[in-house]
């Protein structure tokens, strides 16, 4: 039997129950893929994270979802470092992790309680912009609930980004699973990478400066609570689109669900040559102990 300690961190919010939770095993990084994503679907969390030693960086993550490893995710890196902070296992206000996705600096504010967890994602890759009707289809929407055109962008893991119309649309959507293939066929992603991220320019509260929906196929939850990758890759978009004024502000998420998110989001660079994306949240640590395998 393996034993590893394990913490369950609430990312994206300061309270309990707020924001997206994720499982973090120490130790785990060594662990098969089959026993992580047997972890992942026995959490019921959209994703959890399994940490190493590293030769690069301050510790080596691996992330996992139930369907399989992707090279980053953002709520995950915010849970993990808050984990490691509550352990003693890191200190300071600035650490490197090795992620798939490459090197990730972290910078940690200590004057917030929980501490505020700041990741520079990497230069936005962007891709290819899958037709209107293909985004629509795939949420159930009309392709004029939609903004623009969509587009795969990446700070470390592709989402297609959807700017809608209004809030209304938003709350509408729904994942359609039998139109998904068809758009992840034109985006070049995998099925289960392939879900359309939704935002809106304007909050779920007067803090907020955007808000968005990510819907999920089996074997995840229907939803994400907060998706900070995507959300760096959103505002990439919306910095190169010239749909926002400025290049700092307040993305919320999860409020639908009743566990609201909120990130502090700053674009690095001009518009045209965007170098990274800050995005930072908090998390609280709601349970600590081990696990056994």
Not at 134 to 143: E, F, G, K, M, N
Not at 144 to 168: E, H, W, Y
Request: glycine share 10%; with cysteine; charged share 15%.
């Amino acid at each position: 039997m393996t034993t590893l300690p394990l913490d369950w961190a609430d990312a994206f919010t300061d309270v309990p129950f707020g924001g997206n939770g994720c499982a973090v095993l120490h130790g785990g990084a060594a662990l098969d893929d089959a026993t992580c994503k047997a972890v992942v679907r026995e959490t019921s969390l959209v994703e959890c994270t399994f940490t190493g030693p590293s030769e690069v960086a301050d510790v080596r993550v691996r992330y996992f979802l139930a369907s399989g490893e992707i090279p980053f995710a953002g709520h995950p890196t915010v849970a993990t470092v808050a984990a490691l902070l509550h352990r003693g296992l890191v200190s300071g206000d600035r650490i490197t992790l090795e992620t798939k996705a490459g090197l990730i600096p972290i910078e940690i504010d200590h004057s917030v309680s929980p501490p505020r967890i700041v990741m520079t994602q990497t230069a936005p890759v962007f891709g290819p912009s899958p037709d209107k009707s293909l985004v629509a289809d795939a949420v159930s929407l009309s392709p004029s609930d939609i903004l623009g055109q969509p587009q795969v962008v990446s700070t470390g893991l592709p989402f297609c980004i959807a700017v809608l119309k209004d809030r209304d649309a938003l709350e509408r959507a729904r994942l359609d699973l039998d139109a998904l293939p068809r758009l992840a066929a034109a985006s070049g992603e995998r099925l289960d990478l392939a879900e359309p991220f939704l935002v809106t320019l304007g909050g779920a509260t007067a803090a907020g400066d955007t808000f968005s929906r990510l819907l999920m196929a089996p074997p995840s939850p229907p939803e994400d609570p907060f998706t900070g990758s995507a959300t760096g890759a959103m505002a990439a978009y919306l910095w190169l689109k010239g749909l926002i004024g400025s290049p700092v502000f307040t993305a919320e998420q999860g409020h639908g669900l009743g566990r609201p998110g909120q990130a502090q989001v700053e674009v690095l660079g001009p518009p045209e040559a965007i170098t990274g994306v800050r995005v930072a949240g908090q998390a609280h640590v709601l349970i600590s102990g081990e696990i056994h395998l």
